[in-house]
């Protein structure tokens, strides 16, 4: 069982260039979320989802998008890439309320 | 809006020596508060949960509507728990926002 997958696990970007992160889980759940994790800002939820076909933004959406288009994928589009957007990305999943969330290894991204 | 607070970023303690870490919440339904916990190289992880009234590796942690906490506490603390802690809160309805705090960076010395 793996749980929630994040790929890539680690990437360089130069400024302006595009990528769209992964985020695959088996469990099938129906909740997704995507995070920025900076130093001493803790973790910034930036958009999710409540089912396929659904997102909604987050503290942070800006310069970010996402898409829902399969249960198990949830997406994360960087459309031109910023230094500001350098960060460690996670991604969690859960089944519902009140219930654990799962969250990926995470994805190192730095923009240069 | 809904928004948690956690006031410490770093927190040092002596093995052995109590420990308690805060959560401060601001919501206008009723609340379901997590403590997640992600130790070095690692995922970040459930802790515990409010509704489960658990106690997980000598944690616990009360749910206090009138204060608007959700304090995380261990009477006697171990260097195995040195790690960044957040606390979480879910949002109700159709509308299951999951928004964390900055969390808190424990650190338990011999």
């Known amino acids: 069982n793996a749980g929630v997958t994040q790929t890539p696990k680690f990437r360089v970007l130069k400024t302006g260039q595009s990528m769209t992160l992964l985020c695959a889980q088996d469990m099938n759940h129906e909740y997704m979320y995507w995070y920025r994790q900076d130093p001493g800002m803790g973790l910034r939820l930036i958009h999710y989802s409540v089912g396929e076909g659904t997102t909604a933004k987050g503290e942070v959406p800006d310069g970010y998008n996402v898409s829902r288009l399969k249960k198990q994928n949830f997406l994360l589009g960087l459309e031109s890439a910023a230094p500001s957007q350098t960060s460690v990305y996670f991604c969690?999943?859960?089944?519902?309320?009140?219930?654990?969330?799962?969250f990926g290894q995470g994805t190192r991204l730095t923009v240069v | 809006a809904q928004r948690v607070t956690q006031p410490e970023k770093l927190l040092s303690v002596f093995k052995g020596a109590p420990v308690e870490l805060k959560c401060n919440y601001s919501?206008?339904?009723?609340?379901?508060l997590f403590w997640y916990v992600q130790y070095s190289r690692q995922r970040l992880q459930l802790l515990l949960r409010h509704i489960s009234r658990e106690s997980i590796k000598g944690f616990t942690a009360d749910l206090n509507k009138g204060e608007t906490s959700f304090h995380l506490k261990k009477p006697f603390a171990q260097e195995e728990d040195s790690a960044m802690y957040y606390c979480a809160l879910l949002s109700g309805g159709s509308n299951y926002k999951l928004t964390f705090g900055k969390g808190t960076l424990l650190t338990v010395n011999p």
């Open positions: 969690a999943s859960t089944v519902g309320a009140v219930i654990e969330a799962f």
């Open positions: 919501y206008s339904g009723s609340p379901e």
